[in-house]
């Protein structure tokens, strides 16, 4: 099942200063399962992208390839259409105390039945109170090997 991801991590995989071995494990899972976006998801990215060249942090050309990566991946923009409730994400804004961007993350995981993936604190927190948070699989620890003669 696709996993819905928040531009957080996938930001996390162009800036490498921000790269994580959790965001390693969701772009590995995202690989495996696919992803859905809400359609703010190409603006958040865009604009991330243009402040980091502003700052300094990515050059033109890094940006460009940063887009082709992503869209190469198996990540669906979900698309706005009148099936969607108008102001249901500032209901779920007000209720969680975020924004209405990150609000619209929650409520597509909750109408595709879906966990999010993200490494925003806030979206975390929220995704943990309503039991939809992705969470890397925990790595087994490794057999002991018994001593042979």
């Known amino acids: 099942m696709p996993l819905v991801l928040d531009a ?13 071995a959790e965001s390693r494990a969701i772009a590995d899972a995202v690989l495996d399962e696919g992803a859905i976006v809400p359609a703010l998801w190409r603006w958040e990215i865009q604009n991330a992208l243009v402040v980091g060249q502003r700052r300094g942090r990515i050059t033109d050309e890094a940006s460009a390839a940063a887009l082709t990566y992503l869209a190469a991946l198996p990540i669906e923009v979900e ?11 500032k209901e779920t804004a007000k209720r969680f105390n975020l924004s209405a961007y990150d609000a619209a993350y929650i409520e597509l995981a909750l109408r595709r039945g879906t966990r999010i993936a993200t490494l925003d604190g806030n979206l975390a927190r929220t995704a943990e109170a309503l039991k939809i948070r992705w969470e ?13 003669r």
């Open 8 to 20: 957080s991590v996938a930001l996390s995989w162009i800036f490498a200063d921000e790269r994580t």
């Open 79 to 89: 698309s706005v259409g009148p099936a969607l409730i108008f102001g249901s994400e």
């Open 136 to 148: 890397p699989p925990v790595a087994r620890p490794a057999r002991k090997r018994r001593k042979t």
